[in-house]
């Protein structure tokens, strides 16, 4: 196996190591061996031995020498050039106080003199056999080296102590043999469990920090990543971090089931990889959030990395044969003018990516001071809002909607106020998209449709009322319901009420939206196309759905882009609602000039603060009364 294979060179390495690094018992070793042979020269003259004995002391040195050399530097990367250079000195210097012991037996010198040189081989050889464990050649080799000289000096001498001494000694060397080889047995298993634990912990730590659907990072592989870059950044760097979120990714979940919502997110994930430059940091941010962190030189190169992620992510996905249409948000921060750290960085994309969110998706916003301000708002907005309901500073104001014709008012439009105690007067672009985040919009909504429907049930019976209904309150449980009890409550003919929903509301293919309108149109309730132009130029939806009238949105009546253009557009829809018999309302008439600019593109109806503010509805019966007394006809009409 290769991997053991690598195991074991890993575990020799280490124990080559090891023979090194006691360059104390080694000395020691030497000084016994160079003494014991000096002595063996000295005391029985013998010029063979003394020679032995040069040489001896010699490689014992230079072994010394070298290996105290050694300790001070890394070893490992030498270690089988050393290996062999240990082999070759371990050799010569173990067969050399052998060689001593065995001449001293063969040449008959001093009885003293051979128990010492012989003693001295066996102890070498067993003391080396043990040492050397982590490298049974090098030990046993030694062993044999030191030991059989020695028996072959006492088997050639032939007395019966020797030859028993020759025995004794040839029986020490498979006994130490055995014992070297299970120490390194032993050695060579702690090593291989130790490296298997080490790349076990490595190998859970990296599945920790990464994401199994997609194999980007998780939250904990981000941080991981993101500290590391952090410390890698050498400072006029700018980093850019880009929080998306996907915008239709839920609804592929709930309908499709999560085996086709992981498949849309690895695709993602795939998508987000090719278009991220090199060195990229990526990651899931649970759900269907991603981040991407890169350094990007200029705000500009910024803007086009977020332009191709969306034009990417926009393109539909297929997923076993469907095709799936999902779509981002994204909040991008730079680092360092939006913040200086990770953290405030991530705050920053965080609150952006919230911005471009509410502004209708699939869209990336950059942070920007201000968004910070206005969270603060959006926070205090959602406290204050669920009290106000129960505490009777909301109100409902009316503003008359004119047939263009005749000058008289036919429909009043309902539009909610609130008067804070203590802030004065809010906006309902304020507050109406933080209750519709917050659900409030539900109970606030049929609130407002049964004050509505309440008001208008005091006026005369030709006029009708228009209340104003969020997407989010439609696609509600229940939400024809809430509509139906506002009338019941009321006693109003559903005829005398009208629903004006946006664009937007068909925005996403939503079964419930079309209930909800047949449901409420067959009972007579009518419908009107709000803000119209503003939104998402399909008009499949004119056709689907039976729309009474539309409201072409202030924009194209007065403001700064009013021109030929916008009088073209207000003719076409004009046009298009004489023939397809919708009234067409122009919103936002301020001047006599807008009035009869409208009026003479084709336009029914006129809605604005030339004809009046929205007012209270003690105000709105006054202004039908004012309106009837000038018209005496009327008034017995009404
Ligand atoms: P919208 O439905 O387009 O309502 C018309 C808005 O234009 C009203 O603002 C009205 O006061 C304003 N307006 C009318 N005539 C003129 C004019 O001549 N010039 C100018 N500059 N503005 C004019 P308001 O009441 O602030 O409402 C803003 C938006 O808030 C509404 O737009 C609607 O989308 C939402 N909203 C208001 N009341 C309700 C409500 O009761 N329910 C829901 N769901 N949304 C509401
Ligand atoms: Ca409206
Ligand atoms: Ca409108």
């Given at each position: 196996m290769k991997g053991s294979g690598s195991v074991d060179d890993r575990a020799r390495s280490l124990l080559v190591e090891t023979l090194y690094t006691q360059p104390a018992s080694l000395a020691i070793g030497a000084a016994n061996g160079i003494i014991s042979s000096v002595i063996a020269a000295w005391i029985s003259g013998n010029r063979a031995i003394a020679i032995i004995a040069a040489i001896l002391t010699a490689v014992a040195v230079a072994r010394i020498a070298f290996s105290v050399r050694q300790a001070r530097m890394h070893p490992l990367e030498y270690s089988r050039r050393l290996e062999i250079l240990y082999e070759l000195g371990a050799f010569t210097y173990a067969a050399l106080i052998g060689l001593v012991a065995a001449l001293c037996i063969w040449f008959h010198v001093d009885g003293q003199v051979q128990v010492m040189t012989v003693a001295v081989a066996l102890c070498?050889?067993?003391?080396?056999?043990?040492?050397?464990?982590?490298?049974?050649?090098?030990?046993?080799?030694?062993?044999?080296?030191?030991?059989?000289?020695?028996?072959?000096?006492?088997?050639?001498?032939?007395?019966?102590?020797?030859?028993?001494?020759?025995?004794?000694?040839?029986?020490?060397?498979?006994?130490?043999?055995?014992?070297?080889?299970?120490?390194?047995?032993?050695?060579?298993?702690?090593?291989?469990?130790?490296?298997?634990?080490?790349?076990?912990?490595?190998?859970?730590?990296?599945?920790?920090?990464?994401?199994?659907?997609?194999?980007?990072?998780?939250?904990?592989?981000?941080?991981?990543?993101?500290?590391?870059k952090q410390m890698a950044l050498c400072d006029p760097h700018k980093l850019a971090l880009f929080w998306l979120d996907l915008d239709r990714f839920k609804e592929v979940n709930d309908t499709l089931g999560h085996p086709v919502g992981d498949r849309v997110l690895a695709e993602v994930a795939v998508r987000l990889r090719d278009q991220a430059p090199p060195g990229a940091t990526i990651a899931r941010f649970g759900g269907d959030e991603f981040i991407i962190v890169c350094e990007l030189p200029t705000r500009f190169e910024s803007e086009r990395l977020a332009g191709a992620i969306l034009e990417d992510l926009g393109r539909p996905f297929r997923v076993t044969g469907e095709r799936l249409e999902?779509?981002?948000?994204?909040?991008?921060?730079?680092?360092?003018?939006?913040?200086?750290?990770?953290?405030?960085?991530?705050?920053?994309?965080?609150?952006?990516?919230?911005?471009?969110?509410?502004?209708?998706?699939?869209q990336a916003s950059f942070f920007d001071p201000s968004m910070t301000r206005d969270l603060v708002r959006r926070k205090e907005i959602e406290a204050e809002l669920r009290n106000a309901l129960q505490q009777d500073e909301l109100s409902i104001f009316f503003q008359p909607i004119v047939d263009l014709e005749t000058g008289r008012i036919?429909?009043?439009?309902?539009?909610?106020?609130?008067?804070?105690?203590?802030?004065?007067?809010?906006?309902?672009?304020?507050?109406?998209?933080?209750?519709?985040?917050?659900?409030?919009?539900?109970?606030?909504?049929?609130?407002?449709?049964?004050?509505?429907?309440?008001?208008?049930?005091q006026w005369p019976e030709d006029v009708t009322v228009a209340v104003n209904l969020s997407p989010l309150q439609i696609k509600a449980p229940g939400a024809a319901l809430g509509i139906l009890n506002a009338l019941k409550e009321a006693n109003l003919d559903p005829r005398r009420l009208e629903l004006e929903v946006t664009e937007s509301l068909f925005l996403?293919?939503?079964?419930?939206?079309?209930?909800?309108?047949?449901?409420?149109?067959?009972?007579?309730?009518?419908?009107?196309?709000?803000?119209?132009?503003?939104?998402?130029?399909?008009?499949?939806?004119?056709?689907?759905?039976?729309?009474?009238?539309?409201?072409?949105?202030?924009?194209?009546?007065?403001?700064?882009?009013?021109?030929?253009?916008?009088?073209?557009?207000?003719r076409a829809v004009a046009e298009m609602g004489s023939t397809l018999e919708m009234e067409i309302v122009a919103e936002g008439l301020e001047t006599i000039e807008q009035v009869q600019a409208v009026k003479e593109a084709g336009c029914t109806l006129g809605q604005g603060y030339y004809f009046s503010r929205a007012v209270p509805d003690h105000l709105a019966a006054m202004l039908l009364a004012q309106e009837r007394e000038e018209d005496p006809r009327r008034r017995v009409a009404g």
């Open positions: 070498y050889g067993t003391g080396i056999a043990a040492r050397n464990a982590g490298r049974p050649i090098i030990a046993i080799g030694q062993l044999f080296l030191a030991q059989v000289p020695v028996i072959i000096a006492l088997l050639s001498i032939g007395s019966l102590t020797y030859i028993f001494l020759a025995i004794t000694v040839a029986l020490l060397l498979p006994a130490m043999t055995s014992i070297s080889l299970n120490v390194f047995k032993v050695l060579r298993k702690s090593i291989i469990a130790a490296e298997t634990s080490a790349r076990l912990a490595d190998k859970m730590q990296a599945l920790a920090r990464t994401d199994v659907v997609t194999g980007l990072a998780n939250r904990a592989g981000l941080n991981h990543q993101l500290v590391e999902v779509g981002c948000s994204m909040g991008i921060a730079l680092m360092p003018d939006d913040g200086a750290d990770i953290d405030r960085l991530m705050q920053a994309a965080d609150l952006a990516l919230y911005h471009a969110k509410i502004n209708g998706r699939n036919r429909t009043f439009e309902a539009l909610v106020r609130w008067f804070h105690p203590i802030k004065g007067e809010m906006r309902p672009d304020e507050f109406i998209p933080v209750a519709e985040e917050t659900g409030v919009i539900i109970t606030l909504g049929n609130w407002i449709a049964t004050q509505a429907a309440r008001a208008c049930a996403e293919d939503n079964d419930n939206t079309g209930r909800f309108i047949e449901e409420l149109s067959a009972k007579g309730i009518r419908f009107a196309l709000d803000d119209f132009g503003t939104g998402y130029s399909s008009l499949g939806y004119i056709n689907k759905f039976p729309f009474k009238k539309i409201k072409v949105d202030r924009s194209f009546v007065s403001g700064p882009n009013v021109g030929r253009k916008s009088d073209a557009i207000i």
